[in-house]
């Protein structure tokens, strides 16, 4: 009998919308339940790639903003077959943030258009789920350790916001929005609930590819 494979769940949102907690979360309760899961995280700054975009986030460097959007890009084109891998040995892949976090981010500077954003991830293994952690920007700059990368600031991430709104509208992906203003316990079981029923739909379905066109 073949395998079964594993589901890709991506968790997005603005920053400090508690998405590495949840993810870890996540990755816990998929394992305490008898699954194979593992945690993924994008930017993977383990990787040449990886380095230079750790780089220029706290930083340390300056890149061109086209330059910047291929590297993140490239950084998740590097990780495919392990993805592959993984997903085709049964394992659940938990992704803290995806293309869409890429897509959203870029296009909320000047002068960049969300199509043009898209264009370089199109292909990549598509989630099977994407919760998006729904966080006013006012509220996630209350939370701990805002500002000190980049992009966090109110200004940058209410742009971006409005980016993933208009992602979300996307038919072609499964979003689920997930109120992150709950307390932490609420919003990892409105996400486990998601994630364990998309689990067992995704093990005889093959593996997707993003925003290709049908």
């Known amino acids: 009998m073949a395998c079964r494979r594993g589901a890709l769940i991506v968790l997005e949102g603005v920053d400090r919308a508690g ?24 930017p993977d ?21 086209h330059t910047v959007h291929l590297l993140f ?20 892949l938990v992704v803290d943030r995806y293309a869409f976090s890429g897509a959203a981010f870029t296009s909320a500077k000047p002068g960049f258009s969300l199509d043009w954003c898209m264009k370089p991830d199109v292909g990549l293994p598509k989630p099977d789920l994407v919760l998006f ?11 701990g350790q805002f500002g000190e990368e980049r992009y966090e600031t109110s200004a940058f991430q209410k742009a971006v916001q409005q980016k993933f709104e208009q ?3 996307d038919p072609s992906v499964n979003w689920q929005v997930i109120d992150a203003s709950q307390n932490v316990e609420d919003v990892h079981r409105d996400i486990t609930t998601h994630s364990l029923n998309t689990v067992n739909k995704a093990q005889n379905l ?9």
Do not use: H
């Open 19 to 42: 998405k590495t907690t949840q993810c870890k979360k996540l990755v816990q309760a998929l394992q305490q339940s008898g699954r194979a899961a593992e945690l993924m995280t994008f």
């Open 45 to 65: 700054r383990t990787t040449t790639i990886g380095q230079l975009i750790s780089a220029y986030l706290e930083k340390k460097s300056d890149l061109e903003d």
């Open 73 to 92: 890009s490239a950084n998740r084109w590097e990780m495919v077959p392990l993805m592959k891998k993984k997903l085709e040995q049964g394992t659940t």
């Open 133 to 143: 952690l729904q966080l006013s920007p006012t509220e996630a700059a209350l939370r």
């Open 167 to 169: 992602l979300i509208k």
């Open 206 to 214: 093959p593996i997707g590819e993003l925003w290709k066109e049908t």
